[in-house]
Nanobody, 118 residues
Framework: QVQVVVSGGGVAQPGGSLKLSCAAS????????MSWARRAPGKVREWVST????????YYGVSVKGRFIDSKNEANNSWTLQRNSLKPEDTARYYC???????????WGQGTQVTVSS
């Protein structure tokens, strides 16, 4: 069974750092797109970033472009989203999605809450 597990959420102070992890298992497809999305209370969902297996450049959402950094651990199929200098506006529930681009099917993680507050 394909599983996507998100971890690393919690409370951080403004100016602090964020580091979330998304680990995927049980999948055999190699053509994928791994995305981070977030949704703040009372707001629409925002796309944060997408990493592609075909080598194309990582995509960052317009509102967060340049503020987050994606990386992949090739050994265990996990992805990390990190950012320093957090702002209260970064408060949201963050989701990880693993997209099977060959089958056009998405697997979603459960999401993790990030709260940036003094």
């Amino acid at each position: 069974q394909v599983q996507v597990v998100v971890s690393g959420g919690g409370v951080a102070q403004p100016g602090g750092s964020l580091k979330l992890s998304c680990a995927a298992s049980g999948f055999t497809f190699s053509n994928y797109a791994m995305s981070w999305a977030r949704r703040a209370p009372g707001k629409v969902r925002e796309w944060v970033s997408t990493v592609y297996s075909d080598g194309r450049d990582t995509y960052y959402g317009v509102s967060v472009k340049g503020r987050f950094i994606d990386s992949k651990n090739e050994a265990n199929n996990s992805w990390t989203l990190q950012r320093n200098s957090l702002k209260p506006e970064d408060t949201a529930r963050y989701y990880c999605r693993l997209g099977d681009m060959g089958a056009d099917y998405d697997y979603w993680g459960q999401g993790t809450q990030v709260t940036v507050s003094s």
